[in-house]
């Protein structure tokens, strides 16, 4: 390969995509624009609905004790002692007499659901006998915790009545000269031994791995279509092939040049959403809160040291996407064939992300090894400081990343020397055309499609029998196994070799064995029971099975019947 070739080819496209204006703005201004914009109007609709009062209906307000008060003077509101913020404040009380329709809960729940009241509380009729007795009494309240304004209603109504239920207390206290440790003998403490500056970075080591996989796949899917399917659709593919350039040397031009978009997007939007959300956590913060230097502290995004360690591993990231993208888009006849291929991609890197944002899931030799998931748990370890644990599987991550990556560029370097994958025309599937063809023509042994579509067949049917053998209560059990067998290992392959395959016994394999094979059949067993066992061990000791899995397996291992006894 001549890296000269290589670099005039990345020159090349480099300036093409410079010229459309399109690339420019979804690279370059859409990232820059994109998150201010949000930003305020999230604060302008956040703003509005938080000065929209909501309304609560007191029923049998008269049953309230004096003494603490629940509510104000002129009963249109809570007392103010109760109130902790100003959203609090927002609640509008609106009483209504211990009789008529408000007694009825169909009454209460229709007027919620209609939105003549946002939440009902009902006093009842010996709450302030039951008091004075020192008794206790549930309170009702009713809410909607469906529409979203009554279920925020409901959690600022509660805090008002807990703030009461506290006065109702030192009250009963202060009656009965008991001091306030009375009902309180043991108070918790929070000592947080994290450091001041680092108080909020769990949050931001949660939202920046997310958002460098989606940008940095965003930033190069849509380059790798434009150089691909966008170079066929304006007729400038030939001119390319004819240059002096390899096919390989073209592919790691174009390969570079979506890098580079690639990391350029992810590293803007990371930038750009970070200014936004240190802003907007600073406003919320001056706007609601009662100790907005403590909400500064705690949103406080990461340091240099995890800008470094983002652009380091945006590097791999970027190169595994960018492989990836690129072949998928050589297969692409158009630019709207090659959107076809986003939702597919989406859905399957979206898993990988979404898994590191459970709680629990921490970066060990097993998720090291699943691409995406690897990188985006190394990032958050090292953005938390957790550098013993980065450092250990550091390697383990890269390493089958960047070859995960180099796998994909082989493939795309393929696809391009393919001239059927180059220039073939439009296909229109006829179903009834290709059953009969499939049927028909059929060759010795499967294809690679076939092959892989068994194996997806398989996997489906085991999702849908382990579910199925769930809720029946066999699922560890000698039916439920002879059910997997049969079901989803036999099966399908079997189903396919005689159905689309022109030679069964060949492509399964089914022949008598010679002597030597028999031989080995039985020796083998033997010879290689020790390595098994002593790999078995370091399996479980790199990949440890989890507890419930492992009494899942016990489980069913326990119903064999042992045919010796």
Not at 404 to 414: E, P, S
Request: with cysteine; proline share 7%.
């Amino acid at each position: 390969m001549r890296w000269s070739n290589v670099f005039v080819i990345f020159q090349r496209e480099v300036r093409d995509l410079i010229r459309d204006r399109r690339t420019l703005f979804m690279i370059f201004v859409l990232p820059i624009l994109l998150y201010p914009l949000l930003g305020i109007g999230i604060i302008q609709l956040q703003v509005a609905f938080e000065h929209k009062p909501k309304t609560v209906v007191v029923v049998g307000p008269e049953h309230l004790p004096s003494d603490p008060p629940l509510l104000n003077a002129h009963r249109s509101g809570f007392d103010a002692s109760l109130l902790e913020s100003l959203e609090t404040g927002r609640l509008l009380v609106s009483v209504e007499p211990a009789r008529g329709a408000w007694l009825d809960p169909e009454i209460r729940g229709r007027a919620i659901q209609e939105h003549a009241a946002d939440a009902v509380v009902t006093i009842p009729s010996d709450l302030r006998e039951r008091l004075d007795r020192i008794e206790s009494e549930p309170i009702p309240i009713a809410y909607d915790s469906i529409n979203e304004r009554s279920a925020i209603t409901y959690v600022r109504l509660k805090d008002v009545i807990a703030n009461w239920k506290k006065r109702v207390v030192a009250s009963r206290l202060t009656r009965d000269k008991l001091p306030p440790s009375y009902t309180e003998p043991i108070q918790i403490k929070q000592v947080d031994v994290a450091p001041k500056g680092r108080r909020g970075v769990n949050i931001w080591a949660r939202l920046f791995p997310f958002l460098l996989v989606m940008m940095s796949l965003t930033g190069a899917f849509y380059p790798a279509v434009d150089l691909c399917a966008g170079e066929k659709e304006r007729g400038t593919m030939e001119t390319l092939l004819i240059s002096p350039a390899s096919r390989a040397e073209i592919v790691m031009g174009k390969f570079l040049t979506i890098v580079l978009a690639s990391m350029m997007t992810a590293l803007l939007n990371l930038l750009s959403m970070g200014l936004t959300g240190v802003q907007l956590a600073h406003q919320a913060g001056a706007m609601t809160a009662s100790h907005p230097e403590w909400l500064a502290e705690t949103i406080a995004p990461p340091g240099l040291l995890a800008a470094f360690w983002m652009v380091l591993l945006l590097v791999p990231l970027s190169v595994f996407f960018s492989a990836i993208c690129l072949a998928l888009a050589m297969l692409a006849r158009s630019m709207k064939e090659g959107q076809y291929y986003m939702t597919p991609l989406y859905l399957v890197c979206l898993p990988l992300i979404f898994l590191t944002l459970a709680p629990g899931i921490e970066l060990n030799l097993f998720y090291s090894l699943v691409p995406v998931t690897g990188v985006s748990l190394l990032l958050r370890a090292l953005i938390l400081g957790e550098y013993a644990v980065a450092w250990r599987f550091f390697l383990p991550v890269l390493v089958p990343t960047i070859i995960y990556g180099a796998i994909a560029l082989r493939w795309a370097i393929d696809q391009f020397e393919r001239e059927d994958v180059l220039f073939r025309e439009a296909e229109r599937l006829d179903l009834r055309m290709w059953v009969r063809h499939l049927l028909r023509d059929k060759e010795p042994t499967p294809n690679g499609g076939e092959a892989l579509f068994c194996f997806a067949l398989m996997i489906t049917l085991e999702w849908f029998l382990m579910q199925s053998l769930a809720t029946s209560g066999l699922a560890s059990s000698l039916a439920g196994l002879a059910a997997g067998q049969v079901g989803v290992i036999l099966a399908p392959p079997l189903a396919m070799a005689l159905l689309l395959t022109s030679d069964p016994r060949r492509t399964l394999r089914l022949s008598w064995p010679r002597g030597r094979d028999l031989a080995l059949a039985v020796a083998l067993p033997l010879a290689l029971n020790p390595l098994v066992r002593e790999l078995g061990a370091i399996v479980d000791r790199l990949f440890p099975m989890s507890v419930a899995l492992r009494e899942a397996f016990g489980r069913m291992m326990g119903s064999i019947p042992n045919i010796y006894v």
